[in-house]
């Protein structure tokens, strides 16, 4: 087994079509690549040594279908190995087409279900708090039609009143909701006291001035704008 | 008198003392018994308003960072709104809490059916791991507690009610305990249905056994109450009728038996009242237990 770390973004392109079979898959359309990228690249303190750390950041999947860009991410990041990659949703494989986390190296939940991420996060942000954890940041991923789950809604309202500033979350929009939301993603946080940022989601430099953006004492919501989905 | 969910707000409230690792998590239900403790423990008391799928999410969450933590509101409300999250963010996460209900099958029978969930232990039987405790006395509700709490990262529901037996009986959170030894059938009451069994058995030559954890299902327990006392067996549960005779059938699988599952019927009775009045309607009270019971192994008596 050879877990090789230190991929670039470069890379990516090759892992996932180690999954896909396919040479000419227009990998750049997966909504969530480049977000994935610059998180685990530059703004999460996680690494496969560190994977069971208390005190490391917690990135959980939310929006759980069309995973290969994550198991892309994580191989090349060295928390699964290469080797997984083309077996990718077989009967042997630890690479489902929704994630597991009892099977998936350095997965923090499984998903597939959508809405229940960010009510994880919100419960991983509160226990960390109660232990006196206060350096690690929690972040959830979740898609712009994920958003129309209610659940969602109990977290980010219940979230913006505990003033839990240390949970993230990044909704990443290509426009696939049924009915967009009236005045946009953001100001559904912003109504709940959180911090918000809507960005290129394609723009690696935004996304991370995005990420990092101090929020004291509010929960901070990072919109990721990319191509819509029913254009491609 | 102390209701079970007295003793539950009191003991909760001396684990948060106790272990850092416990969480209570609340959905507005049932706050105001957790007000001094919320003071001392302002990070592990946590309400999260009337958000049912948050609270078992959320307490989720809390036990993947290595908390434990304690749910609590009805059972309506705990069970049967929020399932999928108690299927996936406890079970397909493989991750913990201990849930503790209160409202039970119809202990608000004035606030009718929505307020009713008869149907709590059937729905957590369609899912793996569970164990499931039913205390018949606060005393019980306390130990099994202690007991749930303390048993790692296991998924444990707590069901409370209103109903309870006059006395309390020794619990081990496992095993089901003999209260009357006979010869002509196995009577299984289950927590709080314990008093009506012993008085509609009351001159009948059966084995009476008490079950406060019903998951596991103690299937040693009946099989050697089976023995001396024959294969006529009656289920008595506090929730839905039958909940329990997939297990208890697969426990006598090997030998010829005959099983009554006898507990809350399916059918919306849409009254109001009392919660004797309820019991009596389900057949629960000791004279329509003692109909049915009387009845099935009489009949036994005679086929053999």
């Known amino acids: 087994m050879t877990i090789t770390a230190d991929h670039g973004y470069d890379d990516l392109p090759r892992l996932m079509s180690l999954m896909t079979g396919d040479e000419k898959h227009d990998f750049a359309a997966t909504s969530t690549l480049d977000v994935l990228w610059v998180l685990y690249d530059r703004v999460l303190d996680v690494t496969p040594e560190r994977a069971e750390a208390t005190d490391r950041d917690r990135f959980l999947l939310s929006k759980g279908h069309g995973p290969m860009a994550y198991y892309a991410v994580l191989a090349a990041k060295g928390f699964v190995p290469e080797e997984w990659l083309p077996g990718f949703g077989s009967y042997d494989s630890p690479l489902g087409h929704h994630p597991d986390r009892v099977l998936v190296p350095g997965a923090e939940i499984g998903s597939g279900s959508l809405g229940h991420g960010l009510p994880l996060a919100v419960g991983s942000a509160l226990g960390l708090r109660a232990q006196g954890l206060t350096d690690p940041a929690v972040w959830v991923l979740i898609g ?59 723009d690696h430099a935004a996304l991370y001035e995005a990420f990092t953006a101090p929020h004291p004492g509010r929960p901070h919501a990072v919109v990721a704008r990319v191509e819509p989905k029913n254009a491609r | 008198m102390e209701t079970m969910r007295d003793r539950f707000s009191a003991v909760a409230s001396r684990l948060l003392d106790e272990d850092p690792r416990v969480a209570v998590v609340l959905a507005a239900i049932g706050r105001d018994a957790f007000t001094a403790a919320a003071r001392r423990h302002p990070d592990r008391l946590i309400n999260v308003g009337i958000r049912e799928q948050l609270l078992v999410g959320a307490a989720a969450g809390l036990s993947l960072t290595g908390m434990r933590p304690i749910v609590h509101t009805f059972a309506a409300f705990l069970v049967e709104r929020p399932f999928e999250q108690v299927k996936l963010d406890l079970g397909h996460q493989d991750t913990g809490a201990v849930l503790v209900s209160a409202g039970a099958s119809f202990d608000w029978p004035a606030g009718g059916q929505t307020h009713m969930s008869p149907g709590d232990v059937a729905l957590l039987d369609t899912l ?32 409370l009610s209103l109903q309870r037996n006059r006395l309390p009986l020794p619990v081990d959170g496992a095993r089901f305990h003999t209260v009357r ?23 009948l030559d059966v084995t009476v056994l008490y079950a406060t954890t019903v998951r596991p299902f103690d299937a040693a327990a009946l099989r050697r109450a089976t023995e001396a006392a024959g294969t006529d067996v009656v289920l008595v549960e506090p929730y839905l009728a039958g909940t329990s005779t997939r297990v208890a059938t697969e426990a006598l699988a090997d030998v010829p038996h005959r099983l009554l599952g006898l507990g809350v019927g399916r059918r919306e009775l849409r009254r109001y009242g009392t919660l004797d009045e309820h019991l009596a309607a389900h057949g629960l009270d000791a004279r329509g237990l003692r109909e049915r019971i009387g009845a099935f192994v009489g009949a036994g008596a005679v086929s053999a």
């Open chain 1, 144 to 202: 712009d039609a994920e958003l129309d789950e209610g659940s969602n809604h109990e977290a980010i309202a219940y979230a913006g009143a505990a003033g839990l500033d240390r949970l993230h979350t990044v909704v990443v929009d290509n426009a696939s909701a049924s009915h967009a939301l009236p005045g946009g993603i953001a100001a559904r946080f912003e109504a709940a006291n959180w911090s918000t940022s809507t960005v290129d989601g394609r």
């Open chain 2, 128 to 159: 793996d791991g569970w164990t499931v405790h039913v205390p018949g006395h606060p005393d019980e509700a306390e130990t099994l507690l202690r007991h749930a709490v303390a048993a790692g990262d296991d998924k444990v529901y707590v069901r």
């Open chain 2, 181 to 203: 030894e006979g010869r002509a059938g196995v009577v299984v009451a289950v927590g709080p249905m314990l008093d009506a069994v012993l008085a509609a058995t009351e001159g």
